[in-house]
């Protein structure tokens, strides 16, 4: 790197750091910024939906649950997601009622209620996801916004069936369970399928499986299915895990080893700054690593009933 390219790139961030409108913004970006709502906005979501085909974002259902890494393809694992979403419309009891599917990610459970023939209502607060699925699904009603903001109180009785699928987990627990029940018919269906903590755990998120058990028994849900799958889940977390640590973070390190041998004096202002995103994926691979997912968590299929 040059003299004059070097202090040009120092001059750079120097204007971006010590400037004061920008250390401003700087500052709020480090306390986290203006206000963001991962849910308005997930570009992690957006890249799944441009990588695979199917409009679904989960890890799918493998019925060979012994299946490595190794062994799958993309196209097998085009067939677990949608042997995933087969698994969960095939309880659909009411066909003629509707169906809400709270939390519809890309709107693969929509498409496939729709070639059967359901009346299905999606619920994302995700813009990229609203744009998607209206541009797929034109024909398919949306409501824009969270479960929460949703006016259960105007629609009680008006679904046939609600579906969770990957999305409970982010729903407030007492909230979602009044405003489910109270959108069922009698007779309803609940159909959820997703992950639980098991008790304390290196990741967060998902409700407690207890908790969710207690509950639904206190309430006088009706349970018609209760099935762990989590052996099924593991091949595509595991494939998920396998591309993240053999061709992500090598890619990463070739690509911060060359910028470190052909830009050292950049590489040095931005070391800080590199260390931080290395840190960054490393936790984030730990989330999907397989083996402490399946001591950490469990992945529930469910069927409850309105009494």
């Keep these: 790197m040059s003299k004059i390219s070097t202090k040009w790139a120092l001059s750079q ?15 709020g970006l480090m306390r986290g910024g203006p206000e963001f709502h991962r849910s308005k906005g997930d570009e992690q979501l957006e890249l799944y939906s441009k990588i695979l085909p199917g409009d679904y974002l989960h890890y799918g259902y493998f019925a060979e649950a012994e299946k490595t890494p190794e062994d799958i393809s993309l196209n097998d694992l085009f067939e677990a997601q949608d042997a995933y979403g087969r698994l969960l419309v095939d309880q659909v009891k009411d066909e003629k009622a509707k169906v809400l599917d709270i939390g519809c990610g890309l709107g693969g459970l929509l498409g496939l209620m729709q070639k059967r023939k359901l009346e299905a209502l999606g619920l994302t607060p995700d813009e990229a996801q609203i744009k998607h699925i209206k541009e797929k699904y034109p024909e398919i009603p949306l409501f824009e916004g969270k479960f929460e903001e949703y006016p259960y109180e105007e629609h009680k009785g008006e679904y046939g069936t609600v579906i969770t699928s990957e999305s409970f987990q982010y729903l407030d627990f007492d909230h979602a369970f009044k405003a489910i029940h109270d959108l069922l018919k009698p007779n309803g269906r609940w159909i959820l399928c997703d992950y639980f903590r098991r008790g304390e755990a290196f990741e967060k998120s998902g409700h407690l499986w207890e908790d969710f058990t207690k509950k639904y028994e206190k309430d006088g849900w009706k349970l018609i299915e209760e099935k762990d799958i989590t ?31 052909k830009r050292p004096a950049a590489h040095f202002v931005l070391e800080d700054v590199v260390n931080r995103v290395e840190t960054s994926l490393t936790e984030s691979f730990k989330v999907i690593d ?9 992945y529930m299929f469910v069927v409850l009933e309105r009494a």
Excluded at 13 to 27: G, M, S
Excluded at 240 to 251: D, F, K, Q, S, V
Excluded at 290 to 298: H, L
């Design 13 to 27: 961030i120097a204007r971006k750091v010590f400037f004061p409108r920008n250390f401003l913004q700087l500052l």
């Design 290 to 298: 397989p083996e402490t997912f399946s001591k950490e968590k469990r």
């Design 231 to 261: 052996n099924n889940v593991l091949p595509g977390l595991s494939f998920a895990h396998m591309w993240c640590e053999r061709i992500i973070l090598p890619l990463f390190h070739y690509a911060e080893k060359k910028f470190h041998r």
